[in-house]
């Protein structure tokens, strides 16, 4: 089985497809964590975001550990949003998706274009949204957990500016796939978020 779950930046999808996952014993994606890893390279060698042939040539990224705290920074976020635009580094990070994709045990891809572009005949497809104001005010308490300086309005146009980004790219925007389930997780805890996705994937499958 294949379950493609794409959506906004704090939307919940990270959260639950590790939980499908888990759940339903396949391997799992972050497909957010390429374009990090592309945009950590890009600022530890002092390129250009603003250069799609700088950002293509910091697309080798095999020496980073999913796990470097970096990747999660304000400012690899910030050049992950804008390097993601381009062509050319989508296209440098293409294949290593769709092999996860058609690996044989099946898979959980979370990102932005799973439905659509990466596995488009995934077994199932959701789509998880959030208003943009819940969003904001997950990654408030997110930074503020993490003892960081945080500012909801700063965080709110900062989320604006990133669905604008991602939704008006020409290169595989954001958008919901056809045959893609939504899920408003506005209301919704994350456990809440889980159980619901479950349940549609169950009835998917
Ligand atoms: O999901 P996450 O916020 O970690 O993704 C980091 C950046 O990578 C996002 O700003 C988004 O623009 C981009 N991205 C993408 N396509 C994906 C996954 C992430 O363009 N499949």
Not at 87 to 103: H, I, N, S
Not at 138 to 149: F, S, T, V
Not at 154 to 173: G, V, Y
Request: net charge negative; proline share 5%; hydrophobic share 45%.
């Amino acid at each position: 089985m294949v379950i493609a779950v794409d959506g906004p930046a704090a939307s919940g999808k990270g959260t639950i497809a590790r939980a499908l996952a888990r759940h339903f014993g396949l391997p799992h994606l972050d497909t957010g964590l390429l374009y990090r890893s592309v945009a950590l390279n890009l600022w530890r060698f002092g390129g250009d975001p603003g250069s799609e042939f700088e950002a293509v040539r910091a697309c080798h990224i095999d020496g980073i550990g999913w796990d470097d705290p970096e990747l999660r920074s304000e400012t690899v976020s910030s050049i992950a949003s804008r390097i993601s635009a381009y062509p050319m580094v989508r296209e440098a990070l293409l294949e290593r998706q769709k092999r996860f994709a058609a690996g044989p045990s099946g898979a959980v891809l979370d990102g932005r274009d799973i439905g659509t572009v990466i596995a488009p005949d995934a077994d199932v497809k959701l789509f998880v949204t959030a208003s943009p104001q819940i969003r904001a005010e997950r990654r408030l308490k997110e930074l503020q957990a993490r003892g960081m300086p945080a500012h909801l309005p700063d965080i709110l146009a900062d989320i604006e500016a990133r669905d604008a980004r991602d939704s008006d790219r020409s290169s595989a925007p954001l958008r919901q796939a056809e045959d893609a389930v939504l899920l408003d997780t506005s209301r919704m805890s994350a456990e809440e978020a889980v159980a619901a996705a479950i349940v549609i994937v169950e009835k998917q499958r």
